[in-house]
């Protein structure tokens, strides 16, 4: 099961850990990864809505030139 599955249907909070899990398992680089953790924490989508750590993780993925991200960071 991934993580796209869950967040296509709209099942945030099964989603989340996925992701985290993604981002980890490709050594911290898995940018897509970073940047839906950054939409669920800046929506509340699966978890309590949080700026910082929305922030956070739009960065991670905004420093590898990951246009979508680097637009929330402005």
């Known amino acids: 099961i991934t993580a796209t599955k869950f967040l296509i249907e709209k099942e945030y ?3 989340v850990p996925l992701l ?3 981002y980890k398992a ?3 680089r898995h ?3 970073a940047f839906e953790l950054g939409l669920c924490y800046y929506k509340g989508k699966g978890v309590e809505t949080n700026k910082y750590k ?3 993780w739009f960065f991670k993925s905004g420093e590898a030139d990951f246009p979508e991200a680097q637009y ?3």
Do not use: N, Q
């Open 26 to 28: 490709r050594g911290y």
């Open 31 to 33: 940018v897509p990864s």
């Open 13 to 15: 909070h099964k989603a």
């Open 54 to 56: 929305a922030f956070k």
């Open 20 to 22: 985290k899990k993604a």
């Open 72 to 74: 929330y960071l402005y």
